[in-house]
């Protein structure tokens, strides 16, 4: 028998996904580009040795997983340059696209609204062909 949870109560890795995919707009690659192109900004959460070893997106912001929040939070004080706004629209970029949704939700709750990530991550961006440099 199945145990039916609250939403107080614990949830797996694969539900908290699913729930917080739901509150996402969440990019194809292409789609991420062309944000890019109009002024979203991309934002590799990647650690080091997988930006070494496969390369970055040009133009995007390089921000390790563990500061993403003060970087991006627009009203804090370590925050980044291009952190200019809670309207920013602002593309999460890992590996896979698993740690992704789930930072771009942290970004929602610090209220950068228009924050979603790429749907396979970086490998889906790579193997679409998009500019990717070493």
């Known amino acids: 028998m199945s145990e039916r949870r609250t939403s107080n109560g614990p949830v797996g890795i694969d539900e908290l996904l699913e729930r917080v995919r739901a509150d996402l707009d969440r990019l194809e690659p292409r789609e991420a580009f062309e944000a890019a192109v109009d002024g979203a ?13 496969d390369g970055l997106i040009p133009g995007a912001l390089v921000v390790e997983r563990n500061e ?3 970087r991006l939070d627009p009203q804090g004080s370590h925050r ?9 629209r602002v593309v999460v ?13 942290s970004l929602r709750q610090l209220g950068v609204h228009r924050a979603t990530d ?3 991550g970086f490998q889906a961006w790579k193997a679409e062909g998009l500019p990717v440099t070493r």
């Open 68 to 70: 993403l929040e003060w």
């Open 93 to 105: 970029v890992c590996n896979e696209g698993y740690a992704s949704s789930l930072a771009a939700a």
């Open 41 to 53: 900004l991309l934002v590799d959460i990647r650690y080091a040795a997988l930006r070494e070893r």
């Open 80 to 88: 980044a340059p291009e952190a200019t706004s809670h309207e920013l």
């Open 118 to 120: 790429l749907v396979g």
